[in-house]
């Protein structure tokens, strides 16, 4: 051939597990709404720099540590971490992957989540506890979009791979990888019950 594909981004999107989450998700997402409650300073945080949602980004973010629902879902994060890790070709047969930072996000109507990246970790990702229909996927953004120096713009029906972003829908059950510099967004949410995910980076030592 004589064009082939360099440099490729991968996203993972999987099932947390084999059977429906149900009865996990519903713990979690009577966790998450009882922590907005008590979170205050969460709440004065996510005022100022998430508007109209809550995370405990800045308040509670290893949740992992001090709830055992919270701690069965990393274990089982935890391998999807590795088989990421592993489809990246990345050596981490000698290597711990831990979860270092875990934490909520509650969206009800109107709020959004700007384009961020995840700094101090090499794998993070989003599983999806509550998924109202129509609510807004993770949209990420082509890394090279920066160095696009006079290109012409893209064709209608541009192919997925050549595409400068690209919109995972949010499922509820399932869980979204993706190397940590990779910028993405949560467009603004126009459903009237809440979206609520669970967001999280990996480490390795």
């Known amino acids: 051939m004589p064009i082939r594909s360099w440099f490729p981004t991968f996203i993972y999107c999987e099932p947390l597990q084999a059977t429906p989450p149900g009865r996990l998700n519903a713990e979690l997402a009577d966790e998450c ?7 205050a300073a969460g709440r004065r945080w996510s005022k100022k720099n998430y508007p109209g949602g809550y995370t405990s980004y800045a308040s509670m973010n290893e949740l992992h540590r001090f ?5 069965t879902l990393e274990k089982k994060l935890t391998r999807h971490a590795q088989a990421f890790a592993r489809a990246l070709d990345m ?5 711990s992957i831990r979860l270092t930072d875990l934490w909520v996000n ?3 109507e109107s709020s959004a989540h700007s384009l961020h990246l995840h700094p101090l970790s090499f794998i993070s990702g989003t599983y999806y506890v509550v998924t109202p229909p129509g609510c ?3 949209k990420f953004e082509d890394p090279r979009l920066s160095k696009f ?7 209608a029906n541009t192919r997925r791979e050549n595409r400068t972003h690209i919109t995972y829908p949010a499922k509820a059950g399932h869980v979204i990888l993706f190397e940590s510099w990779l910028r993405h ?11 609520i995910s669970i967001s999280f980076n990996f480490n390795w030592s």
């Open 136 to 138: 807004p996927g993770l």
């Open 33 to 39: 709404r009882k922590l907005r409650d008590y979170d």
């Open 91 to 95: 050596d981490v047969s000698s290597r």
């Open 106 to 108: 509650i969206m009800p």
């Open 185 to 195: 967004e949560v467009p603004t949410q126009r459903m009237a019950a809440e979206r």
């Open 149 to 155: 120096m006079a290109a012409p713009p893209k064709l």
């Open 67 to 71: 709830s055992s629902t919270f701690a």
